[in-house]
């Protein structure tokens, strides 16, 4: 339902491990609404998510459409946890 691309967030000075989101969410997923959903739902699921170091570009398939929050809370984070843990080798999160 959702394909993740990640990168290692640059570290500043001002915000060291600082989260980025980017959001794909094409005609096909469904109309306006249902598409406005999908980023609310996905924004949401990344604030409770933070913290991880990486700049992430979430891209939403049309099977999004029809989930609830709880299952794309669920798949962003297994996808977050799997990415963090190849970015981020020997790390506990």
């Known amino acids: 339902m ?4 990640a990168a290692k967030t640059p570290a500043t000075d001002s915000a060291p491990d600082l989260d980025r989101l980017g959001l794909v969410v094409s005609k ?3 109309n306006s609404v249902v598409r406005n959903r999908v980023k609310r739902v996905l924004r949401e699921a990344f604030r ?13 398939r049309p099977a999004a459409a029809n989930a609830n929050f709880a299952e ?8 977050l946890k799997k990415l963090h ?3 981020f080798p020997g790390a506990s999160k």
């Open 2 to 5: 959702l394909v993740v691309i």
């Open 28 to 30: 096909k997923v469904g």
């Open 48 to 60: 409770n998510a933070q913290g991880r170091g990486l700049d992430l570009v979430v891209i939403a």
């Open 72 to 79: 794309m809370e669920k798949d962003l984070g297994l996808a």
């Open 85 to 87: 843990s190849r970015h």
